[in-house]
């Protein structure tokens, strides 16, 4: 006997919570989020890592359901490698400005001609620059990567679980609206520590980006090296 639709969307929209806070998941969000000062833009980066991450979700989920596709064994080592070297690129990008930010450069144009001028922040003042939107761009894509590396598995339950593509499609959706409210959460829990320490201590919070930086480094050669696809590579050659 099928458990009731709606016991269905429950299990999905909790299985959905869980899921953010898989620790890929996490240090990717907690990464992207060290960049910012303030917990609005640290619920935006986990608002746009949920999205991306949902519509992946959907639209593998779309094809498997309606179209009877089969998520194929060889691309969940791909999909696992990806976000490795997402994880991988996110550190050396946090590690790198870490170790040139005390010297920005702004380029800005006026009426034809453009300016560039340089300061300092050395002294621990910091600011935050308006350059959220590509960030958020860049939250979406990474969501985006881990619904695919997590995919298969989703989509093995759902076939295995529910009957119809209607109700499927709505498990995939509840699933989706879990992890993004489960991130969210998770959002808060990191976001409200980074806008209260860098408010007052500035260079706490610059050594605190580094640290998750260096983390997302490591976490990302973990992924890669589990993978097994380096050591075939390595064998061939």
Do not use: C
């Not at 201590?201 to 610059?206: A, C, K, Q």
């Amino acid at each position: 006997m099928d458990p009731p639709p709606l016991t269905t969307l429950l299990v999905g929209f909790l299985l959905g919570m869980e899921h953010a806070l898989d620790p890929d998941h996490v240090v990717a969000v907690s990464t992207m989020m060290s960049r910012h000062r303030t917990l609005a833009r640290s619920a935006l980066v986990a608002l746009s890592w949920g999205l991306g991450h949902t519509a992946t979700l959907f639209l593998v989920g779309l094809a498997v359901i309606l179209f009877n596709m089969r998520i194929p064994d060889w691309l969940t080592p791909f999909a696992e490698l990806a976000v490795g070297l997402v994880l991988l690129t996110l550190g050396t990008s946090i590690v790198t400005g870490y170790l040139t930010e005390k010297v920005h450069a702004h380029v800005h144009r006026h009426g034809g001609e453009v300016h560039v001028h340089f300061h300092s922040h050395a002294s621990g003042g910091g600011h935050d620059h308006d350059h959220a939107l590509p960030q958020h761009r860049t939250s979406a894509l990474v969501g985006m990567v881990h619904g695919l590396a997590g995919s298969a598995a989703l989509m093995l339950l759902v076939l295995a679980s529910i009957r119809t593509p209607a109700l499927g499609l709505l498990y995939i959706l509840t699933f989706g609206l879990g992890s993004l409210l489960g991130m969210l959460g998770l959002s808060a829990l990191i976001g409200l520590p980074f806008s209260l320490i860098v408010r007052r201590h500035t260079e706490v919070h610059r050594k605190i980006r580094l640290t998750t930086g260096a983390t997302s480094i490591a976490y990302g050669v973990f992924l890669i090296a589990s993978t097994g696809l380096v050591q075939r590579i390595i064998h061939r050659l």
